[in-house]
Each structure stands twice: as C-alpha cells, then as structure tokens.
C-alpha cells in the first residue's frame, strides 16, 4: 500500500501552513520533520480526514488508520487493559495486549488508572492502542514524546517489530528516531 501525496497546500486566514507538499509513504517509516510551526501535525490531520487541504490531491488515504495524536487521548479512570480494551472492542485480545505493554515497560502497571501514569507512561500506552488497532497505516504524531532514552528505544523497536508492512508517517523533531527506524524522512519547509 501507498499514500502519495501530490502538491498538497493548506492556509489558515491567508498565512500558507503547507505549500507544496509531495510525497511517496509506502511500506516502513516515514518521518515528517519541520520546525515547529510548519504544519506537521496539519498533514496528519489532512491524511486522517480531519482536515480538508486547500488544494493538491492524496491517493491511499482512503483507508483503515491508526494513530497517536499530541494528545495521548486516553480514558483516565481505565487502566492500560481497560483503555486497550475500550478502544479495541471485539478486536481486543488479552494476551496479545498483555505482551505489546510488556515490550513497551508498562507490564508492571498493574490496575493504575490512566490518571496516574507519567507523561511517558501515557505516551507507551496510546503507542500499544495505536499499534494494536486493525490498521492499513499508522499516522504518529510525536510518539516518543516524553520519554527518557531507554523507554524510546524501546519504543521505537517495538514499532519496528509491530509496524508490519504498513506505511508509518511519523512526525518527530529527532533526526535519532528517524536513523533507529531506518525511515525515509521528509522535510516540510
């Protein structure tokens, strides 16, 4: 599968955000790396459907997506089981959700509400629901945020192993998460 995006532009009140965006994602990593402010996140939302660009075309993006936002979008009174759980329905197996937090440091998480976690607690646990969704692609938004260099090394080998064949946008500002998965990078400037 392949998401292309061709000559793709976005403003909001007159002010371009995107300009002239065009790419290739198939199969693997791809990361998106821009200065704050240069409409990163604004192309995930473009690719997601929650966002419409003002011109430009995107073939691919009509399919199943997974994905990590800014904002780790958790059920705070669930715990890590609840919250996959809850999001995953019928799709929602116990032993397979049980090894993915395992692989992410969240094994030990017991019952805790999500309430409680720690920044990069959160930020593991929106990875494994993302991660474990019935997906074609996966549209990451700073995944590794917040966490210390184990736990995002860590993560990032796990999304290696889990990402299968489908393509991954990543947005991130680290050159290290685009050089530990290999990622084909893509600068919107």
């Known amino acids: 599968m392949e998401i292309q995006v061709n000559h793709l532009y976005k403003s909001y009140g007159g002010v371009p955000v995107l300009r002239d965006v065009t790419f290739t994602a198939g199969p693997g990593v791809t990361c998106v790396m821009a200065p704050s402010g240069a409409g990163k996140t604004t192309l995930l939302h473009i690719l997601l459907g929650m966002e419409s660009g003002d011109s430009g075309t995107i ?15 958790l059920l705070e009174h669930l715990d890590a089981a609840g919250n996959l759980r809850f999001v995953l329905g019928r799709e929602y197996d116990a032993a397979r959700a049980a090894a993915l937090l395992t692989e992410l440091g969240l094994g030990d998480a017991g019952g805790k509400p999500a309430r409680e976690y720690s920044g990069g607690m959160r930020r593991r646990l929106a990875l494994a629901r993302a991660l474990l969704a019935e997906s074609d692609a996966l549209a990451l938004d700073e995944p590794f945020a917040g966490l210390d260099g184990e736990s995002r090394q860590k993560a990032r080998d796990c999304l290696r192993r889990h990402a299968g064949e489908r393509p991954v946008l990543l947005v991130t500002h680290d050159g290290e998460d685009a050089a530990g998965l290999e990622a084909k990078i893509v600068c919107l400037v």
């Open 59 to 73: 073939t691919g993006r009509e399919c199943r997506w997974a994905a990590v936002f800014q904002e780790d979008r």
